[in-house]
């Protein structure tokens, strides 16, 4: 099976995680944290730093690793590196998702994750 190896960003501000919404492919319309596809030589932190760029043009500042998730898709196998980050410049601009929210920890049970993305979301409830 293939394996996709992708880099995710929480990025937090005063208690609250900022979340997207893919706006397409097999899991349009589900919630999600940003990023992507890791380049051939890139670092992890060079490609999230990359990926955030180009999705919502923003600058964030890598605060701390927080996890790796494995998740087995039906054509594909998943390992997303996760860190948790601050936005430090840039304008808000959707090019690949078609919503983006602040939510606090209380609703985070209450959104349609991207499967893999529910991992991220449990390690989340431990810190």
């Given amino acids: ?4 190896e992708v880099v995710a960003a929480i990025i937090k501000h005063d208690n609250k995680i900022f979340i997207t919404r893919r706006g397409y492919g097999e899991f349009e319309n589900m919630w999600e944290f940003p990023g992507g596809k890791m380049e051939m030589g890139e670092t992890q932190e060079e490609a999230l730093i990359r990926e955030i760029k180009e999705e919502l043009e923003l600058d ?3 605060s701390k690793y927080l996890t790796t998730v494995d998740y087995d898709y039906p054509n594909f196998h998943l390992t ?3 860190f948790i980050c601050s ?6 601009q959707l090019n ?3 919503d ?3 939510i606090t920890f209380k609703d985070i049970d209450n959104l349609n994750w991207v499967p893999a993305d529910v991992l991220v979301v ?3 409830k431990e810190i």
Avoid at 87 to 92: N, S, W
């Fill in 80 to 82: 997303m590196h996760c």
């Fill in 96 to 98: 690949a998702h078609n």
């Fill in 100 to 102: 983006a929210k602040w």
């Fill in 122 to 124: 449990e390690k989340l």
């Fill in 60 to 62: 964030i500042e890598i």
């Fill in 1 to 4: 099976m293939k394996t996709i």
């Fill in 87 to 92: 936005i430090c410049g840039g304008e808000l």
